[in-house]
């Protein structure tokens, strides 16, 4: 599942940006320096062979549904970590800006949470060592269950990126625990039919192609098997969770979705001092900025009044929060609103008439 | 089958549609993707019940997508096709949040409908914003300008290869889906089905890309992709640039839309 823009912080798109980007850089210069030549073509045509399987659907058994695979866990046993993440990370960002799947803010987390998890998680620590074990199960059992359990994983882990990156950027009131058991489960269900799919995929192509997968099927066409900075890139997620984090403390001018769940989670409202002290500061800034700070300022109290279990910070703003409420406010918001989107369709209107004109005035000539 | 067709249809003319001569093609592609990056920036920026400050930024997507000449209805198509998400997320707002906002008309809005609506305006104007880049832009200027503003060569490369490939590889799909559905097929197929068809076409995809880089390699390519088209930084360029940039911090920092309606009901003296 898509992030999408419009549940994202800038904070916390930019540090999952932050993130995806050094490991995408990593990997590109992994896929630089490998040795298997034919990589740059083989790359690009399995990105676009992700992207036709997506079109077509298989029907989910027992159910009358139907669903498609997602790729991830295919590319990285067909490529390799590096180059699957490299084509991962280009997939979403063709859906980003083909198909408005996501947003450009949440590219970054996109491709953490559905490269990252399958890329350096689910092949590296789950299939390949799994894989190589010896098993009771003939090898095709073996492999397929091995291929559901390692993609029920990432996705799992993708949808807790999901949910983590929405509450930290507290845009949406769900609580965390509603949206965890409205993510997981889902995704569970989606995990299972995507590795029975993938599992019948790889299958299929090992009995046509055994000479793709060199050693046991549990490389395929990649070389010989790297060593996995698996602590690099969970230092790396640590790292975006922690900045995006600590930037939406110091963004917001305003208490927030994050420190409600920060004073819920540590217990005590710790950060304060520091905080109301941002907080000030922000707050003066803009009184001197604002032309018409009633306005602003208005505006600005309204939130404060939304969180009441952070009534400090409140203080600052608390005389002037209450007439927020005031309808003589609201008015002027709606007013002014329904203003601004008759300004917006009238400038395209006249854009639009005078580029007209000039055609056919450049025409009658 | 129609939805395969069509989805290919709009992949091919969303980008066509930068081929156009028009009063941006002239911008540097890194002007663009810069300012829509500012763009979305700041329209996310906003905290979580702003409506009203919001409407401004529409001005961008609809201003840029005027003077690309983009049409403006299949970019609306798209916004709603891809609304289900933002809409699932934004659904329990309103369910959750039941703190009186405001008031207006005498009825009182409660913060979850506020935000839900935010939440659907920041995602039309992201995405709008997104689509009208590429129509623009075009796709292959886009990774030009990306390789120019430091993306690695390797993904930017992949980019176009997947770019150029998947409307290929897409198009097979679709007969292969046609052929299966002429001889009586379902809509969805079973995995006993899919497995094999979808591992033929994968296989099918592994030998061209074979042969891809054997023609490459003959053509003395060497790692990346070359293109014809230098690019210039221009004033124009600049200019634009820090207008857009100037704008949406504007519009950032003062409710325009509250001004305006506090200036029409004569609140301000």
Redesign the interface.
């Known amino acids: 599942?898509?992030m999408?823009?419009?549940?994202?912080?800038?904070a916390v798109?930019?540090g999952f940006w932050a993130a995806s980007g050094t490991v995408?850089?990593i990997?590109?210069?992994k896929?630089?320096s490998d040795p298997r030549?034919?990589l740059?073509?083989?790359?690009?045509?399995?990105?676009?062979?992700v992207?036709?399987?997506m079109?077509?659907?298989?029907?989910i058994?027992g159910t009358g549904s139907?669903g498609h695979i997602g790729g991830g866990l295919l590319l990285s046993i067909l490529l390799g970590p590096y180059a699957a993440f490299?084509?991962i990370?280009?997939?979403l960002?063709?859906q980003?800006?083909?198909?408005?799947?996501g947003?450009?803010?949440a590219l970054g987390a996109n491709i953490f949470n559905l490269g990252v998890f399958p890329c350096f998680i689910g092949l590296p620590l789950i299939y390949r060592p799994l894989l190589k074990r010896a098993g009771a199960l003939t090898f095709k059992r073996r492999m397929a269950a091995i291929t559901v359990l390692a993609t029920v994983i990432s996705l799992q882990l993708g949808a807790l990126g999901v949910v983590t990156q929405?509450q930290l950027s507290?845009?949406?009131?769900?609580?965390l625990s509603?949206?965890l058991l409205l993510m997981q489960p889902i995704h569970l269900a989606i995990g299972l039919i995507e590795g029975?799919?993938t599992a019948?995929?790889i299958?299929?192509?090992r009995e046509?192609?055994p000479d793709?997968f060199v050693d046991d099927g549990a490389t395929g066409m990649s070389s010989s098997p790297s060593k996995f900075p698996t602590k690099l890139i969970v230092g790396l997620g640590v790292l975006a969770l922690v900045t995006a984090g600590v930037f939406s403390w110091f963004?917001?001018s305003?208490p927030?979705?994050l420190e409600w769940s920060i004073a819920r989670v540590t217990g005590r409202p710790e950060l304060d001092a520091t905080e109301s002290f941002v907080h000030m500061r922000l707050a003066d800034f803009?009184k001197n900025?604002?032309?018409?700070p009633d306005?602003?300022f208005s505006?600005d109290a309204?939130?404060a009044v939304?969180e009441p279990t952070k009534q400090k910070e409140g203080a600052t703003t608390a005389p002037e929060a209450w007439p927020?409420?005031?309808?003589?406010?609201?008015?002027?918001?709606?007013?002014?609103?329904l203003?601004?989107?008759s300004?917006?369709?009238l400038?395209?209107y006249l854009?639009?008439r005078r580029?007209k004109e000039a055609v056919s005035v450049g025409t009658g000539d | 089958m129609s939805s395969i067709q069509s989805a290919l249809n709009d992949f091919a003319s969303l980008d066509a549609l930068a081929t156009q001569q028009t009063a941006l093609s002239g911008l540097d592609p890194r002007a663009k993707v810069l300012a829509t990056l500012g763009f979305i920036i700041a329209a996310v920026s906003f905290d979580r019940y702003a409506i009203a400050a919001l409407l401004p930024f529409a001005l961008f997507p609809v201003v840029i997508a005027v003077l690309g000449e983009v049409p403006l209805k299949p970019i609306g198509t798209k916004i709603l096709v891809a609304a289900p998400f933002a809409i699932m997320v934004g659904v329990f707002n309103p369910l959750l949040d039941h703190k009186p906002l405001f008031e207006i008309f005498g009825i009182s809005v409660s913060g979850g409908w506020v935000s839900f609506a935010s939440i659907l305006i920041r995602f039309a104007l992201t995405v709008a914003a997104a689509l009208v880049l590429v129509a623009t832009t075009g796709f292959h200027q886009i990774c030009v300008g990306l390789a120019r503003l430091g993306v690695p060569q390797v993904f930017t490369t992949q980019l176009l290869f997947l770019h150029r490939y998947s409307l290929v590889l897409a198009g097979e799909v679709s007969r292969m889906n046609l052929a299966r559905e002429l001889r009586g097929g379902a809509k969805s197929l079973p995995l006993i089905v899919y497995g094999p068809m979808l591992g033929h076409l994968l296989l099918r995809a592994m030998d061209r890309s074979q042969r891809i880089y054997q023609a490459m390699i003959s053509r003395g390519f060497n790692g990346e992709i070359r293109s014809s088209r230098v690019l210039h930084w221009r004033t124009s360029d600049s200019l634009f640039l820090a207008a857009c940039w100037f704008c949406f911090m504007g519009a950032r920092q003062f409710d325009l839309s509250h001004l305006l309606g506090a200036i029409l009901l004569g609140r301000v003296t």
């Open positions: 599942m898509h999408a823009d419009a549940l994202l912080s800038p798109g930019v995408l850089a990997s590109s210069s896929v630089r030549e034919y740059v073509p083989l790359m690009g045509v399995l990105g676009a062979f992207f036709a399987a079109m077509i659907n298989f029907t058994p139907s490299v084509v990370a280009s997939v960002t063709v980003a800006l083909f198909f408005a799947d947003g450009l803010l929405t507290g845009i949406s009131s769900l609580p509603a949206f029975l799919a019948t995929l299958h299929f192509v046509a192609r793709l963004a917001s305003q927030d979705g803009q900025l604002a032309l018409f306005y602003k505006f309204k939130d939304q927020a409420v005031d309808a003589g406010t609201s008015l002027a918001g709606v007013v002014g609103g203003a601004t989107l300004l917006v369709t400038v395209a854009l639009r580029r």
